[in-house]
């Protein structure tokens, strides 16, 4: 009889609650790795999957004493490479098992087991929603349908349909508010819906040639490097890394779908991470018409349905090419070849609940087991994977770095210059530099549109009391609040309270300390940004875009189809405005402050600022104009905003890394942050002061360093307060099973711990 490995799907405090069991000879065939069993543990029916298989007991154990698994409740959802992989993820990531293997089932798959009339158990259907089965096409008039030039939306979505059809679920996810476009152009003939699943649509390629034979003359300079590099490593299939550093513009893109056309005639599939903000209908219809319906999207937006409907397609190797955010990483891809990370760089990678995973370290891992490779793609690259590329290896995988200096199209970067505010006293205006001004009246004269950057959304990101210095703050967050003018609230970013104010200035604005009236902004926000180009260009449009004029659906697209009918307009917007906007007429970007970013207490705030900064460059001059990018700050000469001035990256890197390996943060070392929190101050305090104790005496011996405990930054947030103590370990240290074993038994009721390995978030 066979002996199935089960991680069971219960409350515990051990990292890999995995059992053995016997297989029944009926349901021999059934029980393979990846399938959800029915079991019982203790007295109780229990939930778990099978994480492996063998035919031979484990010594010392009687057979006698093991009991049999009672039912197959789910068909195997992953192999043993995956098992593998969650097994590593939880040991990496310090979180229990059955949480890194909940990433791998099909979404909508919930582990509640019930007990139907004949005895026999199934697992809880969870409520999917409907599905959508429709696609959407141009019609054969629409084909030569040119939307008016003001009409933003209607041209996305021709864009997006010219390579051929999309399905409607994945249109209205990849553009929100999409829907009423839709049935204009529908009333129109433009665009057709039709039921179920089109006819695959491999086209011919769009740029390169035919789909199956790229025309390599065609390629510029770099993406044949980075091709010859990229077929080397699926050649040698040992998990090896190549790192694309190539500007926006460069033509990343056609390179990533070139490498997954020849993983794919290798009979090999592919995953490519898309920050979910880049998902634009006219990237999936890239990808749409080279692959078409090989194509599987995931995407959050996505109903639950729509998500398991995909998921299914690729289980059943129907569909070879998943594209989407983080989770599409645990698609069952067959034959797993290529995994491609495009902006490698982007924070968002770094997933910030339990399980606690860098999706770029799960993807050099899970190369490594498939004897896969990965691309990873950026204009800024990550001082990880520079590093890792300088080192030309990392944890056992050849890391490989290729350079594209160069436009595909030849277009010319932008001119940056940069004011130097300090020792500045601008009249009337407190944000604009007479630089800065004049360069937006010109812009505003000759019918070019500008975009300004500032990273605070309100008014004034602070208050403060002339009177007795103080600042009010939010009484459930350690954080001071923000005076949004217009609704004339004080609001707390962290936690959401909002505190309204009588009309300003207004003699019942009291500071809460000593009863001052007066109260004063010095700050600035996006808010007063907005009035300021309206006191500066009384008849601009300024449109203003941050997480308050875009909490409705289709509110983001709204504002930007004002901003592209509009000429002269003025886009005014925090650091949502930087990524992705593609408008021709835009020959202006003001950066208001660079310093934002670069002053919180985090190591990595420097590399956040450059990336920042880097890509709202890239937003000037994308037509046929060039563009100039005027950058204000007060801290002109920090390498970090001066090196996107003399776009010299390379200097940046340079003096940032030699810090981080001066100060011991990673890339050269990995990092811990251990948080408590809770409503009791005492019990946190005393709970972090515990472990640390721990940390220090297991520290000598392990390598690491403890760094605290201390007060957090944001020392309380929703009336939670919160202390944490950080943990520095060599690279490929066991940290996160280390720490996991060391941080049994505190917490509980009271007080929460959470465990954040190679931690982005420190604040
Ligand atoms: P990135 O992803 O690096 O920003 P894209 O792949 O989107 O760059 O390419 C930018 C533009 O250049 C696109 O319009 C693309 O069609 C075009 N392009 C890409 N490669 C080439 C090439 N070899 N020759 C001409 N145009 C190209
Ligand atoms: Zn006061
Ligand atoms: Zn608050």
Wanted: hydrophobic fraction near 40%.
């Amino acid at each position: 009889m066979a002996i199935a490995s089960v991680v069971l799907d219960i409350q515990t405090r051990s990292l890999e609650s995995a059992y053995s069991y016997l297989v029944p000879d009926a349901l021999e065939k059934e029980v393979g790795v990846g399938a959800t069993v029915l079991v019982t543990f203790g007295r109780r029916p229990a939930v778990g999957y099978v994480v492996a298989k063998s035919s031979e007991l484990a010594d010392g154990v009687d057979p006698s004493k093991l009991r049999a698994i009672e039912q197959v409740l789910e068909p195997s959802a992953f192999d043993e490479t995956a098992a593998e992989l969650a097994l590593w993820i939880s040991r990496e990531y310090a979180c229990p098992a059955v949480a890194a293997i909940r990433l791998f089932l099909p979404p909508g798959s919930l582990p509640k087991a019930k007990k139907a009339e004949d005895g026999s158990w199934t697992l809880t259907p969870s409520h999917l929603g409907k599905l959508e089965n429709r696609w959407v096409g141009l019609s054969e008039s629409g084909k030569d349908f040119t939307p008016r030039a003001d009409a933003y939306r209607q041209r996305e979505l021709v864009d997006a349909l010219s390579k051929g059809p999309l399905r409607l679920s994945e249109l209205k996810a990849t553009l929100p508010g999409v829907a009423s476009t839709l049935r204009t152009l529908e009333k129109r003939g433009v665009v057709e819906l039709f039921e179920g699943e089109a006819e695959p649509i491999r086209q011919e390629a769009t740029t390169l040639g035919s789909a199956h034979a790229p025309l390599p003359e065609r390629l510029t300079k770099g993406q044949a490097h980075a091709l010859t590099a990229i077929s080397r490593a699926l050649g040698r299939g040992d998990g090896g890394v190549v790192l694309v550093d190539g500007v926006t513009g460069s033509g990343k893109t056609e390179v990533y779908l070139e490498a997954i056309e020849a993983a794919l005639a290798l009979g090999r599939g592919a995953i490519v991470l898309v920050p979910e903000i880049s998902l634009t209908p006219q990237t999936l219809g890239r990808f749409r018409s080279r692959f078409g319906d090989e194509v599987a999207l995931m995407h959050s937006r996505l109903t639950p349905a729509e998500r398991r409907q995909q998921w299914m397609a690729v289980s059943a190797g129907k569909a070879r090419v998943v594209v989407g955010a983080r989770s599409a990483l645990f698609c069952p891809v067959k034959d797993l070849g290529l995994v491609v990370i495009d902006e490698e760089h982007e924070f968002t990678y770094k997933q910030e609940q339990a399980p606690r995973y860098h999706a770029r370290d799960v993807a050099a891992k899970l190369v490594q087991l498939k004897r896969a490779s990965l691309v990873l793609g950026s204009a800024t690259p990550s001082l990880e994977s520079l590093k890792r590329c300088e080192d030309g290896e990392f944890l056992g995988s050849r890391w490989e770095r290729v350079r594209m200096p160069e436009r595909a199209t030849g277009a010319l970067l932008p001119n940056v210059t940069l004011v130097d505010l300090r020792g500045t006293h601008t009249e009337g205006s407190t944000v604009f530099s007479p630089e800065l001004a004049d360069a937006l009246r010109e812009t505003h004269r000759a019918g070019e549109k500008a975009v300004l950057l500032i990273n605070r959304r309100g008014f004034s990101p602070f208050l403060i009391c002339e009177d007795c210095g103080c600042v009010p703050e939010c009484p459930h967050c350690s954080s001071s609040l923000t005076y949004h003018a217009k609704r004339r609230e004080l609001v707390c970013h962290s936690c959401g309270s909002i505190w309204p104010l009588k009309p300003w200035p207004d003699p019942t604005s009291l500071c809460p300390h000593c009863g001052s009236r007066y109260l004063r902004a010095p700050g600035v926000g996006t808010e007063r940004v907005e009035g300021e180009v309206r006191g500066l260009l009384p008849d601009a449009e300024v449109i203003r875009m941050d997480a308050d004029t875009t909490s409705g659906a289709g509110a983001h697209q709204r504002l930007l189809e004002r901003f592209d009918a509009t000429p002269g307009a003025v886009l005014v917007g925090t650091q949502m405005i930087a990524k992705g906007l593609d408008f021709p007429e835009v020959t202006l970007v003001g950066v208001v402050n660079a310093d934002t970013s670069l002053k919180l207490p985090d190591f990595r705030s420097a590399e956040r600022t450059f990336d920042l900064l880097e890509q709202v460059t890239g937003r000037a001059g994308r037509g046929e104009r060039p563009g100039r990018v005027i950058i204000q700050s007060y801290w002109s000469t920090h390498p970090a905003v001066a090196c996107v001035a003399s776009k010299d990256r390379e200097s940046f890197v340079r003096a940032e890394l030699a810090l981080r390996e001066e100060a011991q943060y990673p890339p050269y070392v990995r990092l811990a942050n251990i948080t408590a929190s809770g409503a009791d101050p005492r019990r946190v305090e005393s709970t972090i002061a515990e472990l640390s104790g721990r940390l220090r005496e297991a520290a000598p011996t392990a390598g690491w360093q403890v760094v605290g405990p201390a007060e957090c930054l944001r020392a309380k947030i929703r009336d939670r307060h919160r202390h944490h103590v950080l943990v520095k370990a060599p690279l490929g240290a066991p940290l996160g099973e280390a720490l996991f074993n060391l941080a049994r038994g505190l917490g509980g009721p009271g007080v929460s711990l959470a465990i954040d390995v190679d931690a982005y978030e420190v604040l």
